[in-house]
């Protein structure tokens, strides 16, 4: 170990002044003596003119940021705790300083060197040509170790602006479907959308070979609906720009949350919104080269029944649709007899709702238990409260008591009969499953006819 980095591990407290001299085999009144204490850190790297530079840091300005970041900024980059400081605390010294400062106290480890040599893919020039869509499970939440969230990004290929950013509990196609969705909703209908080959963008027979085209998933029938491109990359490399943006997001992201004392996700959610994304556009993102916007606007279409989990089924019997565990129950639809037989197309949406279609006829909405949910304005039916008092038993052998007749009510009935004639109707068979109707008022017989009413 240089004597550079013992020096600057015991400034960031990392080891006690008796500790390094220790090391460094000298006596703690030979530390004291040293030429830092009198020249500052700079004085530590050129010693050729055996004079100061005139730029050296003070030693009272860089052990407050030493241990600034040991204590509070742990983990955060050199890029990112330089700007933090710069902006929270008015650090006056340089990024390249400060590097070197942590590097040599061992608070940051230095870079590997790189791989080799990659040719770099223009990015497409109109916003909306072409979206990355990636989840990245990690532990974005610092104060609940052990316990991973997926971040669910969305990003443009031509100004890396995120156009979505979410923490959920896992990567699925309900996630995925939401996320596209509200991007549709705010900014219109892309042109392509590259992703990796998770189960839901597309079936994959075997690990490591190419996908299935020809068996596509609720995500892949969407995007096909909506006119939207899918491609699929088959390494990390391939997508490099959204592998960086999730890199970035693991650097800053969790030092933020952790930062601001977050460790709930609807909490996190908010600081995304409102905080993260609106300085992550302001520092990263850039201007198209084409200034033409490629989005389309969605106009009349109707992305609930596009953004859904959606499924053929054949009706049975009893006019019953079985979807998971639930059975929907169709309705009578007008103009049909039956259901039964028929091919239906059973659909899942994004608020757990069910509806059902015949072609293009919508034979029947269900909330999530599978129940038609109820009207719009309509009173729930009233159930009538038994009563509680039990009426007393009538002695056996007495007759039911009858109602009796009002005089008001006699001579009501007097007055609906006033002026009728007095008739009589007999009906009999006639032998061919109809019945004849023979009525007969006042003495006089009219011939037999079909009483259609009687049949």
């Known amino acids: 170990m240089k004597v550079q980095e013992v020096l600057l591990k015991a400034m960031s407290r990392e080891l006690t002044w008796l500790k390094a001299a220790e090391i460094l085999r000298v006596t703690p009144r030979t530390m004291r003596r040293w030429r830092y204490e009198k020249f500052g850190y700079d004085g530590l790297f050129d010693r050729r003119w055996r004079t100061p530079s005139p730029k050296r840091a003070p030693l009272a300005e860089l052990e407050p940021v030493l241990q600034l970041y040991r204590e509070k900024y742990a983990g955060f980059n050199v890029r990112h705790f330089h700007q933090f400081v710069t902006e929270r605390h008015g650090l006056t010294l340089s990024y390249s300083f400060v590097r070197k400062a942590l590097q040599g106290a061992g608070l940051v480890k230095k870079r590997k060197v790189r791989g080799r040599h990659r040719l770099r893919r223009e990015p497409r020039a109109c916003f909306g040509e072409m979206l990355h869509l990636d989840g990245r499970p990690h532990e974005w939440l610092a104060l609940r170790p052990g316990d991973e969230q997926t971040l669910i990004a969305v990003i443009d290929d031509a100004t890396s602006r995120m156009l979505y950013a979410r923490l959920v509990e896992s990567e699925s196609m309900h996630t995925v479907m939401t996320a596209l969705r509200q991007v549709l909703l705010e900014h219109g209908i892309p042109m392509a959308l590259y992703s990796d080959r998770a189960s839901w963008a597309a079936y994959t027979p075997k690990a490591g070979e190419p996908v299935d085209k020809s068996r596509r998933t609720q995500v892949g029938r969407a995007l096909d609906k909506l006119g939207i491109e899918q491609i699929l990359a088959y390494s990390p490399q391939a997508r490099g720009r959204s592998e960086r943006a999730n890199e970035t997001l693991q650097d800053r992201l969790v030092n933020e949350l952790r930062a601001e004392g977050i460790d709930t996700i609807d909490a996190a959610n908010h600081c ?69 037989g028929r091919d239906v197309t059973v659909r899942e949406h994004l608020d757990g709702t069910h509806s059902l279609w015949l072609g293009s006829q919508c034979a029947g909405r269900y909330d999530a238990r599978g129940c038609d949910p109820p009207a719009e304005g309509a009173k729930p039916p009233r159930t009538k409260k038994p009563s509680l008092a039990r009426a007393a038993p009538r002695p056996s052998g007495s007759a039911r008591p009858s109602a009796k007749k009002t005089p008001d009510r006699e001579a009501e009935r007097g007055k609906s009969f006033e002026g009728k004639k007095a008739e009589r109707t007999d009906h009999l068979s006639n032998g061919s499953g109809h019945i004849a109707c023979q009525r007969q008022a006042l003495g006089e017989t009219r011939s037999p006819m079909t009483h259609l009413a009687c049949r």
């Open 272 to 340: 995304l919104r409102e905080k993260f994304l609106p300085d992550h556009h302001r520092r990263h993102g850039r201007l198209p080269r084409d200034p033409q916007s490629a989005f389309v606007a969605v106009g009349a279409v109707d992305l609930d029944q596009i953004f859904c989990h959606q499924e053929s089924r054949v009706v049975a019997k009893d006019n019953t649709v079985g979807f998971g565990k639930l059975k929907l129950q169709i309705a009578k639809q007008p103009g049909r007899g039956s259901c039964a």
